[in-house]
């Protein structure tokens, strides 16, 4: 995708023009009607436009059937459309129509705003030369199967020709989305059942059996992409539990031999997505199930098809998911070994198909999770170190080939924060604040396009709480309070405007707690009362009765007994740790999966 031009799309007579090879006339049409039919979400909407929403689009079917002369009609709606849409795949790639197009609107609009709409292909194939000629591969709204997921492809469409934060964008749809869905889940229920049973009554009748099977498989398709997008979003677990038992409900009863392949792929990704939610809840023996069940679904695929890139990225999700129950299970070796093979897939994916992005976005995801294995287990910094470095090149390379690509971004971003969290947990604290910096400045960039985004701001206020624990351990009390105080006030604004987001909602508890341990660890002559320190504490049992904030309840505790010491009570104090030191989230583990809390460490103090 390109910037901006100097007239925006609501300043034209179309919102943009849609460049396309009739090869793709099928999804163009339900695109050109989505992005006519989508509504802003009234926190958005711009002053100054007329209506919520984008329309109207020119798409040539629809616009030209009666213009004499289709050349001059083309120019002329081209130069009256704020934005190009280019939809690209192989046929639209070959297609001389789509470059002359593209041609004249940069003639017409030389810094015009020109979106990409991956439908087929990659990015070897699917983009027109004409596209390249500038500015190399463009960003692209990926909105293939098995990808980021059609409506959050849309958003991405949406948001810069409405002129609004991509990431504000997917938060406020979402937030609209989740407030209409337990009416929408009910009413998806009663057809999925319905699809189902006609299906079941009607085998004599194949037409039929045809037509339910595939609404059935749309209503999955939206299931495990849009709808879950959505959810994840908001940090909704109760709704994502609803969707994924309605989903489930179209496979139930059918054994891998009565699917097709593109089924067991399907409910493959679907037990991936339940295992993922059931570990969020602390439900390791289902996440167990589920995964394992997805790992033999996508292993029996990939043994029929071995040299298949899209079979062996499956078959990694798998791996990946059932290494992360047997971690939360405490079964290390298992662990180690499912990471282990998860990233043997994941190298094995980069031979496959060498310069793709997503292979090496996959190698580097494979790397990390070792890393951070070994730090969670032993705090083994120097091996993880090295891993997250591995990691963090293959992020970087990603960047350079997809510039401007805001999902790599902020895997650039996460990557410095690893390896600012290993030299802090090294004791190298220049490193660990080189590289935090170098994260805020990524973050700051992110956010001068739109510095109302919500997304972006949490990641200031996460670098603001890991700025304050780095200068607690340097001996820096004056900034770190600052600095935890400062990011409390922010997340505090945050978790107002959305009080349902459970991470926003952790994220506040985290800043009070670190800020009580900064306290209690000043030297005795400048620490604050107790009274002051306890009113940040707060009630340790109301944490543990969350399962999201387990780690932060158990942390309460271990601070809480801390307090008690320094008052003198150590018999008050080592009662309360009892029942800490044997719980199952200290079983094996040396690092909280989270926050990053040395147990060890936190215990011994």
Known sequence: MSGGGDAGPAAARYSAFLSYS????AFVRWLHRKLESYRLP???????????RLAPLFL???ELSAGPDLTRSVRDAIAASGALVVVCSPAAAASAWVGREIELFRQTHPDGLILAALHEGDEHNAFHGALLETRGPPIAADFRKGHEGRRLALLKLVAPLAGVGLDELVQRDAQRQTRR???VAASSACALALACGLWALTLDAQSRARQERVRGEHMIDDMIG???VRLKAVGRLDLLEALNSQAYAYFKGRSPGQLSDKDNARRAELLQHMAEDDIERGDFRSAEVKARQALADTGALLRARPNDPDRVYDHAQSQFWFASVRRRQGDEAGAEAGFRAYADLAYRLVRLKPGDAT?????????SNLATLLLQRSLDTQHAQGLFAAAQEDFEAVARLRPGDRDVEVEVEDGDAWLAEVHRLAGDYDGALKYRLKQRALITSMLASDHRDFVTRSRVVGNDLALGRIATARGDWNGALARLRKAHDEATALADTDPENMDIAQQVRAIELFEARTLMSAPAARRPSRAEVEALLGDCHADAKRTSHAELAAFCTILRARLLAQAGDRAAAAALLAPVKSSPLLNGERLSELWSIDWRTELQN
């Open 22 to 25: 009739h090869a793709d006339s």
């Open 60 to 62: 040539d079917r629809a």
């Open 42 to 52: 009234s926190r958005l909407r711009r002053a100054g436009r007329s209506g919520a």
């Open 359 to 367: 292979a090496r976005l996959e190698r580097a995801y494979a790397n």
């Open 181 to 183: 869905f337990v009416a």
């Open 226 to 228: 849009d709808e879950r």
